[in-house]
């Protein structure tokens, strides 16, 4: 009886190792688990993200790709007008020259040298006529004419649609998020958008907006307007940039920047909102913001006898007729 208690109790020994081995093994196989569960959902957070990149890269290169196209496109156009200008040119020219020729003395005025009809007014040249237009930079960095940049600091704050923004650009990129092709979602629209507004200076916001908000190829053609009507509010809330632009009138808007596409379409917003404001038609890609000023040759045409103006206006007619 006792040599069978006695293994009885041994194997009971064994079993309680036994179990003891297993039991760590099976926690030790737990955190095995565990961590692998944390490994497969960083996985997991790692494809989204790849999957959210590659979505951006196609989206940058799509925009990008309509933006070089319309470049190539206006480049095209350009050397065209180029062309046809060219030809214009000549055709006036020559049938000038063949006008003074038929007209004597009879009131031409010459197209160079002195006035040979001594009654006609002296011929005005255009730097007689007028000075250059003066130019005005917008550059914020550096310091040049910094109400009129989408950059400048506002106070009171700028209102738009409900909220307060510390700039033009600001609201600008806010827009982007309220764009109904905006891709992210609502939580991140909100956290993104409060971050915009709380950033120190306009260039945090930018720098915001052009890193974690996913440009569209809607958006690229829509941004100018938006960039517009933000421009209209601003005009209409402080007087300050109301002035400083018409103080512009007479002279030519630039905005020296690396970006090529803003570096032109930001004047010819502005000076559209000021020409509308005076009262003056707005034109069609004069993109410098130059007011059209009064043709230097003014007096000289009012000398021109009514005959070879009818024969004149003709082929300007001609001429405008091969450029269209």
């Not at 039991?23 to 997991?44: H, S």
């Not at 103080?247 to 909102?273: M, Q, S």
């Amino acid at each position: 009886m006792k040599s069978e208690l006695s293994g009885k109790n041994e194997k009971i020994t064994l079993l309680k190792f036994e179990i003891q081995s297993l039991e760590k093994e099976v926690a030790r196989l737990k955190v095995t688990a565990r961590t692998f569960e944390g490994e497969q959902r960083k996985c997991n957070d790692l494809e989204l993200k790849l999957q959210s990149l590659i979505i951006e890269k196609n989206t940058l290169e799509e925009s990008y790709g309509l933006r070089l196209q319309a470049l190539e496109q206006q480049l095209q156009h350009a050397q065209e007008a180029k062309v046809l200008m060219s030809e214009a040119n000549a055709l006036l020219k020559e049938r000038l020259a063949n006008l003074q020729t038929e007209g004597g003395n009879s009131g031409i005025i010459p197209l160079q040298g002195e006035v040979q009809n001594p009654e006609a007014p002296e011929v005005m040249t255009a730097s007689q006529d007028r000075e250059p237009p003066k130019e005005y930079k917008i550059k914020y960095t550096e310091g040049l004419n910094p109400i009129l940049s989408a950059f400048d600091e506002l106070d009171p704050k700028f209102e738009w649609k409900g909220d307060e923004y510390k700039s033009a650009e600001a609201a600008f990129q806010c827009e982007k998020l309220a764009h109904p092709f905006c891709t992210l979602s609502k939580a991140e629209k909100i956290r993104i958008k409060q971050a915009i507004i709380d950033a120190e200076h306009a260039r945090e916001a930018k720098h915001i907006g052009d890193t974690q908000v996913p440009s569209t190829p809607q958006w690229e053609r829509d941004q100018f307007k938006v960039m517009e009507n933000i421009q209209r509010e601003k005009f209409d809330q402080y007087e300050v940039f109301k002035d400083k632009l018409m103080e512009t009138k007479d002279g030519i808007i630039t905005h020296p920047v690396r970006d090529a596409v803003w570096r032109e379409k930001f004047p010819e917003i502005l000076v559209k909102i000021r020409d509308e404001s005076l009262g003056i038609e707005n034109r069609e890609g004069n993109s410098s913001g130059m007011n059209i000023a009064p043709c230097p040759w003014r007096k000289s045409w009012e000398s021109v006898p009514k005959d070879h103006k009818y024969h004149m206006g003709c082929m300007v007619t001609v001429c405008f007729t091969m450029l269209i």
